[in-house]
């Protein structure tokens, strides 16, 4: 019944920002965990970033590390991740995902997923 559907995504300078949402339905995460994963073409998916539900905690791929923000907002079931100094190379499709239990690998393990949507940074 959970249902994750991201938005944001879009084309942007090398430089630029971007703030991707992910609006959830069917649950309330009062617990587990969310994260961004990215897919470039040609690429392995590859972990971006994840925020623990009830605490808050954040944990981030070092790619992205001082660049991106993941938050949550939880009367609205909304995780984002602001993305800003972007770089060609963060261009991918982003996928929101969700894990209820709390004890996985928060870089890995989720039961949902979003459709993902499309980032492109230009040069």
């Known amino acids: 019944q959970v249902q994750l559907v991201e938005s944001g995504g879009g084309l942007v300078q090398a430089g630029g920002s971007l703030r991707l949402s992910c609006a959830s339905s069917?649950?309330?995460?009062?617990?587990?965990?969310m994260g961004w994963f990215r897919q470039a073409p040609g690429k392995e998916r590859e972990f971006v970033a994840t925020i623990t539900w009830r605490s808050g905690s954040t944990y981030y791929a070092d790619s992205v590390k001082g660049r991106f923000a993941i938050s949550r907002d939880t009367a609205k079931n909304t995780v984002y991740l602001q993305m800003n100094s972007l770089k060609p190379e963060d261009t991918a499709t982003y996928y929101c995902?969700?894990?209820?239990?709390?004890?996985?690998?928060?870089?890995?393990?989720?039961?949902?997923w979003g459709q993902g949507t499309q980032v492109t940074v230009s040069s």
């Open positions: 995902a969700a894990e209820r239990s709390s004890w996985g690998d928060p870089t890995r393990d989720y039961d949902y």
């Open positions: 069917g649950h309330t995460f009062s617990a587990g965990y």
